[in-house]
């Protein structure tokens, strides 16, 4: 019928350097050098033969920037 998983794994960011120019001239840096956690929640279903549904609901810690929930939601097909 399908099945449900788990997923976990650390990320680490070695030259996600940018800078971005305001419209006056000035200069936003930011260093991309960041290491955090991500972690998740996902299903496969089986719908027919060929065809699968799937999600995954992740989030991430430990970052500058942070993402409180990311889902997604998919069909599959195998030909």
Known sequence: MGN???H???LHEFLGD???TGRDGSVQTLDGKDTWIEYG???NI???KAAYL???LERT???VLDEDYRATLGVRYVF
Do not use: C, H, K
Request: glycine content about 14%; overall charge negative; cysteine-free.
């Open 61 to 63: 810690n430990g970052s």
């Open 18 to 20: 940018a800078a971005v």
């Open 46 to 48: 089986s719908l027919t």
């Open 41 to 43: 929640l996902g299903a």
């Open 54 to 56: 799937w999600a995954d």
């Open 4 to 6: 449900i998983y788990a």
């Open 8 to 10: 976990l794994g650390a």
